[in-house]
Every structure is written in C-alpha cells, then in structure tokens.
C-alpha cells in the first residue's frame, strides 16, 4: 500500500470529524457514532406580558444515547418586564463545546384603559364657556399615564351644532385607545322677563312663614302661577337660613336625583371627621365636576348602607332608594341635605370650596356666592344650592327638563325665588 492511502485509512480508523452546524441544530459525525444538539420548537418565542415561559426542550442523543443530562440551561426570562431575553443551552461532549440559543421576546398588547370626568354628553348655550373636565388613563404596564392624553377639541361655541372631544392615549408599546365627549351647542334663548309681584301678606295662607308649613300651589302664588303659565315640570324648594322662611312647590314630588348624591358623599366624610388628603382628593372630584368615578369610590368607601341611612337619620327618606348607587330624591330631602351642609361649611373651608364652581350652576346669582351641586341624567335635570346673601338661603329646583329647555327653566325660576327672598 503506497504510504499516501495508508496515512487516509489510518486517519478514517481513529476519527474523521465533520462538524455542520445549520441555524439552531449541531451534527457531529464520529468514528461509530452521531451527536445531534438541536432545539425544539421555535427559534423565537413571543411571551404576552405576565406570560409564563413554557420551556419546549431540545434534543441532545449520540448513537441513540441521550446526553440531555449534559446539557445546560441558563434563563433569566422576567415575562413582568418588558424585553428580550435569551435562553443559552451549552453541551460538553468529546473535549467540545456547542453552544445554541433561543430568543425570547416579552411583549404588551394591551391597550391602555381611558376613562371621561364627568358626562360623555355636555349640552351648553352659545357663547357659554365650556370648561373641559378632561380625562384619566391607566395602563396594564405603565400605570397612570393620565398625563400622555392629547386632546382633539374642533368645538366652537358660537354655532349651534354638535361637536366631538376625542382624547387619545398611547402606552410605552405603542398600544392606543380613546374615547370621545359629545358637546352640543344649543342656541341660546332669550330670556324671559321675570314677572315681579308684591307679596302676600303674612296672614295669606299662600305665603306662610311657619317653616312647619307646606305651602300649596293656589292661584294667588305668582309662582306657582309662573310654572304653570309656562308649562314647565318642575318642583321647588326654598328655605331661608337666616329665619326660617319656606316656600315649597311639589316638594314631595320624586324624581330621580342623578348625581344630587355626591353632595351626601361630602357631608358624609366631613361630619364623620374622615377626610384625609386621598379622601378629599375624591371628594373635591365629585363636587366640582360631578366625576362619577369619584362617587363610585367614595360610596364603596363608606358603603351604600351606612350613607343610605346617614341620608335618612337627616329626613331625607328617599336616599339611595333602588338598586343603583344614585337613587331618587325630593325637593325635602334636598332642603334637608343643604341644611346639615351650611352647618358644616360655616365652619370648614374645605368642605365648601368645591361646591363654590360655575360646573353647571344655573342657579347663581350675580354677584353671590352660591355654593351648589347638579344633577343631570336622560330626562332630568336639577340643580340646589346655598345662595350666600345677607340671608343665606337654600334654594332647590328640580325638573324633567334634561332633553329640553334645562337653562331657561332653572334661571328664571332661581330669579324668581331671589325675588321672593327679597320681598320684591
């Protein structure tokens, strides 16, 4: 045999090694035997956010003999943290080592969650300031991103017409969601005169100032006879503060309170002494723009049952009357609610502060302080308050005008209540 054929025999005897390596799968061809290192599954996983990382395994055999206990794994995935991660899987065999990977990648698909302040619908007179109560966003991974939101706001107050408010959010992943406020921009009536008229006399029955006394709508009451001249639907409660005066108007009539509710919220933390700063936080909300959210969390925080009865111990028997977290009310159970209310603003600032905003307010008058809360849902529509004059006094009005002429309502009757007031 010539020495050239003799050294390749003696080479191919003890060991010719051909090393492939192809992607992610190693083949090493031996001397009688084979080793496959390879992965199973995919190459590249994706992972949602929160994830677990199922391991797919891999294969690791030389000669049909499995050398998975050879094998070791390094993985650091974090599925709570958004990134890529890697897991290493490295075999020693025959002096060698060989080396293979996986990609792991942790994502979020979630979009963020966005959520209105106050009403999805906002209906205000042309040439009316319209003040926006914004919006609040969180996100699976961010947390609050309140302060990403941009704000597309086309509207303009001196047409008549229906505009959209559209806030949009996008998260650190580049989800996105928005939400959408409708305005609508009616226009604005002219105001009727209010009819001026001299008060009856003490001894009349129509004007009683027993504050025990209910007084009945007859023809001598200019305002009983307004409302009905008019057409409107509509109560009305006045209580003066300073003496004890009332004039009542269907004062038992129930309606449905809508968001007159949050006002018992206040009352409630404030008369119990458990305002703290997060507490006042909410509550300011809830006042201020009438944030439903807000009452959501300050009625689960005191709890339905402790606020209904706190509602009813101060005579007002409808409080949270039905199954939802508003209830109906009475013109006597919200003369009932701003009672307590003055006694806790005539010696707390805070408690007052959010309820002193032009948010809704049609019952303010000129040049005084009003403290107030509305109400506003489908057909209704309320508004009641403490009017601060040199004798503060508790006007109420409540109606089924919220698809209709809401302002010219509240406005003239609350010009006609101050008239009464002053004994105009």
Not at 40 to 61: K, S
Not at 335 to 354: G, M, Q, T, V
Request: glycine share 6%; net charge negative.
């Amino acid at each position: 045999m010539k020495k050239g054929k003799w050294l390749i025999a003696l080479l191919s005897f003890f060991a010719i090694i051909i090393i492939s390596e192809i992607a992610a799968i190693i083949v090493v061809h031996n001397y009688r035997s084979d080793l496959t290192f390879r992965l199973e599954g995919e190459e590249r996983i994706v992972l949602q956010l929160g994830e677990d990382y199922v391991e797919p395994g891999y294969t690791a055999t030389s000669m049909q003999m499995d050398l998975g206990d050879r094998v070791q794994v390094e993985n650091n995935i974090d599925s709570s943290i958004l990134g890529k991660y890697y897991v290493k899987y490295t075999l020693d065999f025959l002096n060698r080592r060989y080396d293979l990977e996986r990609t792991i990648e942790v994502i979020d698909v979630i979009p963020p969650i966005i959520t209105l302040n106050g009403d999805a619908e906002i209906s205000i007179y042309t040439d009316d300031e319209y003040v926006d109560p914004g919006a609040t966003a969180g996100d699976n991974y961010d947390g609050d991103i309140t302060d990403r939101i941009v704000i597309n706001n086309e509207l303009d107050n001196t047409y008549p017409g229906e505009y959209r408010i559209v806030y949009s959010v996008e998260d650190s992943s580049g989800n996105s969601a928005d939400i959408t406020r409708k305005i609508i921009v009616e226009k604005k009536p002219e105001p009727e005169p209010v009819i001026a008229y001299v008060p009856a006399q003490v001894e009349t029955p129509s004007w009683n100032n027993n504050a025990e006394v209910v007084v009945p709508a007859t023809s001598s009451d200019p305002i009983a006879d307004y409302i009905s001249e008019h057409g409107y639907d509509a109560s009305v409660g006045y209580y003066n503060l300073a003496t004890g005066r009332q004039y009542l108007y269907q004062a038992d009539r129930i309606y449905y309170g809508a968001s007159l509710i949050k006002t018992l919220d206040a009352i409630y933390l404030y008369d119990k002494g458990m305002v703290d700063d997060n507490l006042k936080y909410y509550i300011d909300r809830a006042i201020s723009v009438s944030d439903n959210n807000a009452h959501l969390y300050l009625i689960n925080y005191i709890g339905k049952d402790n606020l209904k009865n706190y509602g009813i111990a101060l005579g007002a028997p409808n409080t949270l009357s039905g199954d939802n977290s508003y209830g109906d009310t009475t013109v006597m159970d919200q003369l009932a609610y701003y009672k307590k209310a003055y006694e806790i603003a005539s010696s707390n600032a805070d408690f007052k502060a959010p309820f002193i905003n032009d948010y809704y307010n049609y019952i303010k008058i000129d040049g005084i302080t009003t403290m107030h809360k509305h109400g506003y849902y489908d057909q209704w529509y309320h508004d009641a308050g403490i009017v601060f004059d040199t004798e503060p006094y508790i006007v109420v009005i409540l109606t089924n005008h919220g698809k209709g002429n809401r302002y010219e309502v509240i406005h003239n009757l609350t010009n006609l209540i101050y008239k009464y007031h002053k004994g105009e």
